[in-house]
């Protein structure tokens, strides 16, 4: 901390720059709160000019004592969050960055832009109640900035004015981004084109598991869907957390075996070694031997005779003996084979490790029988070999009690490791089961969730159909009164306003035949049930009362129904707004009435303006007829549904026929009295 402070007086004295009171005084404070653990630098509510944000950045570059910087609500110029940014974009240490509430525009965006792009440690950043999205150019260079950082984890963007311009240049950006994990885009204006835009990000961006987007403006069934491509995230964060743990553990376990299988090559090398001492040993004696030996073999023939007699049964219980290590071997290799099976998709070096043991092995196993063979060409020259033969045969009692040994090690480290893999196969199972009463979990949390937009989603769409009214009538009146005054004045206003209402009335008959289309649907839907149901329609015909215990299948057509009420009333909001740049320009061409020249080019203005909204709205029908789509899918989805409930009518249908003949009954009876 001292440091910092001297490091911070130095370069105010070089750059001929005033220490601020502020700064000062909060770094003694600092130095007193220290021991208690703290490393944030708060400078917060502090009105910092640039040229201290410079000499704090230049600071900052080096500096390794604070995890956290905060400069919330200091009102930064765009100069001075360059000189921060230019620091930043150098500094290992620091992992969270706070620069809410600063108005933030224009090139300091890029500044901040710049900064991510190159530093590779920060990461989460609040940048709440700031301007990142009021030009176009420099929310480009941050977003390009966002998508090229590999540490961020979490963003804030909420209040930053984001149109939905910039949310596709983000959601772009995003694409190539994979370490974000939350982000906060609340309050802004990101609109339709943003929400698709976003969607579109979301199947290619695995990673983002928190996006949180109230108040954009953004339609119900997108919002939807964006939920469940972020609970699918989730998921997938969840089983990778899952996965590495797992891997950890097997590295873990891998260790140890390794460490076993070299504590057992080092004890074979060494027997292997002892075992060539030996065989030096008897080399040396028997070429003394060999001279003495030559001039006796004619005497000793019949000796040899036997001899070989007595080789030939050694030799076959060494050929016993070498069936037996290589059926050793054979489990050791099958042991390896499951065990490289297992854990061969994350670890191919030590699979070559392996490989290359089997190689040094196979050749000592090589070497061992090339000295066997010698010793054998040795001992046919020798006649003496009794002696030898005892001590071979000693030898070979030891090798068998060694691989017995070996035997039995092998079969308890199998136990072993067969006792581990069922051990962690329950454990997988148990995990298993874990996430998906997770999984349950938020799925009946997004539910109600959902269940809680659409009721404010309704409320706020009476409310718009009560403005709607309101405007209505005030147009009927602002035409009322203006309709003598134009009619006075000039026939090219009367003839643009006859083209606007022309093209206003094909739009309405436009969407009543959509509404038409709809009810149509509906009647196909209500026939169906009514062709499945044909014993219920005949008791309908006769008797009301039927109407009530149907009403179950017709609440579930009304839904659908709904649903279309709620994407007409959309429709009409987008015509009210039509309606209501409609009455700007008249009201503009009424206030500039005296001057027919102006009129006339405002005119052309106006016919511009309509044209591309009539082009939009196009654009925004066809959305709807393609929505229309997606409710004849769903509400065959609800006469498969229909279907199953059928067989539950059929079985009221008994009841319901008992009470229309003591209705008909009784009818006669009032009819007499």
């Known amino acids: 901390m001292e440091e910092f402070r001297y490091t911070y007086a130095r370069l105010c004295k070089d750059n001929h720059v005033e220490p601020q009171e502020c700064v000062l005084s909060y770094l ?41 910087i905060k400069f919330a609500d200091c009102m930064l110029s765009e100069d001075a969050v360059k000189g921060l940014c230019h620091g930043l974009s150098t500094n290992s240490y620091c992992k969270f960055l706070d620069l809410k509430g600063n108005n933030i525009r224009g090139s300091g965006v890029e500044a901040v832009g710049k900064m991510l792009r190159h530093n590779h440690t920060i990461a989460s950043v609040c940048l709440e109640w700031n301007a990142f999205g009021m030009l176009d150019n420099s929310f480009a260079m941050f977003c390009d900035g966002v998508g090229s950082n590999d540490a961020l984890q979490a963003l804030d963007l909420r209040n930053n004015q984001i149109s939905h311009d910039g949310a596709v240049e983000l959601a772009a950006a995003l694409k190539r981004n994979h370490t974000l994990r939350a982000l906060d885009l609340r309050w802004n204006s990101v609109g339709l084109l943003g929400g698709r835009a976003i969607l579109e ?23 939807k869907s964006i939920d469940l491509a ?52 008897s080399k040396r004696s028997t070429t003394t031997k060999v001279d003495q030996l030559q001039n006796a073999l004619e005497e000793r023939k019949a000796t040899f ?23 050793g071997n054979m489990l050791i290799a ?24 089997a190689k040094l092995e196979a050749k000592l196993y090589k070497e061992l029988s090339e000295a066997h063979d010698k010793n054998i060409q040795l001992e046919t020259k020798v006649e003496d070999l009794d002696r030898k033969c005892r001590m071979q045969q000693e030898q070979i009692f030891e090798l068998k009690e060694q691989i017995t040994h070996l035997q039995a090690e092998m079969k308890l480290k199998g136990s072993h490791f067969d006792d581990r893999i069922q051990q962690e196969k329950i454990r997988h199972r148990d995990e298993m089961k874990e996430a998906e009463q997770l999984r349950h979990k938020e799925v009946a949390r997004v539910r109600q969730e959902s269940e809680e937009t659409e009721t404010t989603l309704r409320e706020r769409i009476q409310r718009l159909e009560m403005s709607r009214l309101e405007l209505e009538e005030d147009i009927s009146r602002l035409k009322n009164s203006n309709m003598v005054e134009k009619i006075q004045h000039e026939e090219q206003l009367s003839l643009a306003k006859q083209k606007i209402q022309a093209d206003e009335e094909n739009r309405y008959r436009q969407m009543e035949e959509k509404l ?12 169906r049930c009514n062709q499945q149901s044909s014993t219920i329609s005949e008791l309908q015909s006769k008797v009301s009362s039927l109407v009530l215990e149907l009403e179950n299948a017709k609440k579930r057509v009304e839904e659908a129904n709904e649903q279309l009420a709620e994407k007409n009333s ?75 409930i059928r067989e539950e009518e059929m079985q009221r249908a008994q009841v319901l026929q008992m009470a229309v003949m003591n209705y008909v009954g009784k009818v006669p009876q009032s009819v007499d009295k």
């Open 516 to 527: 038409r289309v709809s009810m149509t649907l509906k009647d196909e839907v209500q026939s």
């Open 230 to 281: 972020l609970s699918q995230n989730e998921d997938r964060a969840l089983l990778n957390d899952d996965h590495k743990s797992k891997l950890t553990v097997m590295a873990k376990h891998m260790k140890q075996i390794e460490h076993d299988k070299k504590l057992e090559i080092s004890e074979l090398m060494d027997t292997i070694d002892k075992q060539e001492d030996l065989m030096r040993r």
């Open 28 to 68: 003694k404070s600092f130095e007193s709160t220290l021991k208690r653990g703290k490393t944030v630098l708060n400078l917060s509510t502090n009105s910092l000019s640039p040229k201290t944000c410079h000499v704090l950045g230049k600071v900052i570059a080096t500096d390794r004592t604070f995890v956290e």
């Open 305 to 327: 005779n036997s001899l070989a007699a007595k080789l030939a049964m050694t030799e076959s219980e060494l050929a016993l003996t070498e069936q037996k290590v290589n059926d």
């Open 201 to 223: 990000m979301l199947k290619t961006n695995k990673t983002i598991c928190r996006l949180e987007l109230a108040g954009n403006n953004i339609p119900g069934d997108i919002l």
């Open 334 to 357: 099958k042991l390896k084979q499951e065990l490289t099976i297992k854990v061969s998709e994350h670890q191919e070096e030590i699979r070559r490790d392996h490989e290359e043991r």
């Open 570 to 644: 959309i429709s009409l909001s987008e015509v009210g707004k039509v309606r209501i740049e409609l009455n700007q320009t008249v009201n503009k061409l009424e206030a500039e009435r005296k001057l027919q020249t102006e009129l006339r080019e405002k005119l052309g203005d106006s016919d511009r303006k309509m044209s591309e909204q009539l082009l939009r709205h196009r654009e925004i029908l066809e959305e709807k007829e393609t929505e229309i789509e997606s409710l004849k899918r769903r509400l065959k989805a609800r006469e498969a549904e229909v279907n199953n």
